[in-house]
């Protein structure tokens, strides 16, 4: 058995009914992928949180942001025949694609990393404006010198891209607007500048020709990016067949750049496994898991509101011992430990 994470006992961490709803016509349908940073000597944990309101048999509600900023529902009867919902997380409607739940963000933090609790006045972090009017989704967060970057998926009808905020405080954010545009998701900035540039992965989808591949990028400034290299692919008949995405900010070890990401197959099946990059040039890859680190195996990852997911996007490193936040079937927020050493000796190099 390859997967070699320690997950905590106490999963799950967190679930829908840990959380209030943003508003009262809401219900929480699941909490999942939280971003993961320490900050004034707490963890903090940035959960998506996936709203829906009560269904009724004969129709499918969904919710949007409208344009001015407020919660709109939609309702479409089932029998509608320009309505494909075959997936419980997308639906097509008069050729349109909607999300079925709309997603914020929310903070918890914990003194030991286990017990986590929303403290009291933190504000949620919402979508703005018609780029984010599907909602944000699975934010990781890059400390860069003294400041928070935040990379989430940012949808809407327009496509699926990737929005950045930035904060140093986690009161004041500034927002940078849309920094990588659809298609592309999954977008990890690196906690350290290399010879004065920003690095940052993500995963542009190309469906004609390529795929849902992993990309580096460079940047003056972390907001503008440029000289896009793809450096992980989908490999045929594995674990990570139909997609890869990263996971959170890659780990700086002795041996290179480690990161921890997904990939899924072509049954939507998501695990975890792990890729090393070039210290100096990290377009360089040195190494990479073939047999996943991490697989669905307890209740909760098998199933949920979509089974048979481990997904990550937000960690914390504290010498060898790596704390693997992660969203376990689309529902719930769990923990998982791995040591750095163990990760990289599975490496096949
Ligand atoms: C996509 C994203 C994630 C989600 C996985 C598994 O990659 O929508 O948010 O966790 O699919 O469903």
Known sequence: MSDIARRFPENPLLMPKDLHASSNELQIISLLNPGAFIFENKVWLLVRV????????????????????????????????????????????KGLDYLTTLSHLRLVCSDDGVHFYEPENTLPIMGNGILEQFGIEDCRVSKVNDTYYLTYTAVSDNGVGVGLRTTKDWKNFESKGMILSPHNKDCAIFEETINGKFYALHRPSSPEIGGNFIWLAESPDGVHWGNHKCIIKTR??????????????PIRTEEGWL?????????????????????????????????PIMVPMENYELSGFFGYVVFTNGH???????????????????????????ILSTLKY
């Open 259 to 291: 990161e921890i990401y997904h990939g899924a197959n072509a049954a939507h099946q998501y695990c975890l496994g792990a890729f090393l990059m070039d210290l100096e040039d990290p377009s360089k890859v040195i190494a990479r898991s073939t047999e």
């Open 236 to 249: 045929q008949d594995l674990w990570d067949s139909a997609r890869v995405g990263a996971g959170a900010a």
């Open 50 to 93: 996936a709203e829906s309101i009560t269904q009724k048999e004969g129709v499918i509600f969904f919710p949007v942001i409208n344009a001015l900023g407020k919660v709109e529902i939609i309702e479409v009867p089932l029998n509608d025949p320009d309505l494909i919902a075959n997936d419980a997380r997308v639906i097509k409607y």
């Open 316 to 342: 914390v490193v504290e010498g060898d011992k790596l704390t693997v936040y992660y969203g376990a079937a689309d529902e719930f927020v769990c923990g998982a430990h791995f040591s750095i050493k163990e």
